[in-house]
């Protein structure tokens, strides 16, 4: 019996196998276009880095929305940090939000390093996630205290920059993959791709206590979430 092609997948060359293991490729590790392509060339696989690149384009974000909605919900303190990246020459902030688990919350990538874009980030996250936190932690930045107090209120919030090192250690990942993508060309491009990398970097993250059976049985659990999310079972 012939298998049924999933519709999403429809109109591709490739099967459903190649293009959904090369989009974990790209987003999971710090790997270029080029990179990818090399590896799946290794396996018999002709793609060109372009193909690739549009792969990420076409599919990245739906899979990290399914993940999204597929992650427990999150914890009641969030940490809160932005960050300088350049992007064609022009300095660029990266806000990013955590939960007190490591759980990647949501970015957003602005110009700008001030009160109207911390109202940006915060608006954004109540949003998504649907209600407020307990706590909110962030660096000294008065930015975010300004914010706070227009958009929540109520929330209780701690500034100490020695209590926010959560937040500011989620932003290594981004650094290595702008060494790895010579900088984002836009800050469009820097939003989709860390939108989607984030959440990808969510679903097969593993507690730094975990024993060698409990790291096993979580990364199992995330190959069985990206199969369900991309309606293919890794088989590479």
Do not use: C
């Not at 099967?15 to 989009?23: I, K, Q, T």
């Not at 957003?108 to 407020?132: E, H, P």
């Not at 491009?189 to 060698?212: E, G, I, K, P, T």
């Not at 096993?216 to 999310?229: D, I, L, N």
């Amino acid at each position: 019996m012939k298998k049924t092609r999933h519709p999403r997948y429809a109109r591709h060359r490739f099967p459903a196998e190649v293009l959904s293991h090369a989009v974990w490729l790209y987003f999971r590790f710090p790997l270029s276009l080029r990179m990818v392509e090399e590896m799946l060339a290794a396996r018999g696989i002709l793609v060109s880095h372009e193909t690739v690149r549009q792969w990420a384009l076409k599919f990245g974000q739906d899979f990290a929305n399914k993940i999204r909605r597929r992650l427990p919900a999150p914890g009641d303190k969030w940490h809160l940090d932005e960050v300088a990246i350049s992007i064609a020459g022009r300095k660029h902030w990266l806000w990013r939000a955590v939960d007190q688990h490591g759980i990647v919350l949501d970015i957003l990538v602005q110009s700008r390093r001030n009160a109207k874009a911390a109202k940006r980030l915060l608006r954004k996250l109540l949003k998504k996630q649907g209600r407020a936190p307990r706590v909110m932690i962030t660096d000294k930045l008065a930015s975010y205290a300004a914010a706070k107090r227009t958009v929540m209120p109520g929330v209780e919030h701690r500034q100490h920059k020695g209590l926010n090192n959560r937040a500011e250690n989620s932003h290594q990942p981004t650094r290595r993959r702008e060494r790895i993508m010579k900088r984002f060309k836009s800050a469009g491009h820097a939003q989709r791709f860390l939108s989607a990398h984030d959440q990808v970097a969510n679903l097969f993250r593993s507690s730094a206590n975990s024993n060698a059976a409990e790291h096993r049985e979580a990364r199992s659990q995330a190959f069985t979430a990206w199969a369900e999310v991309t309606g293919v079972a890794m088989s590479f």
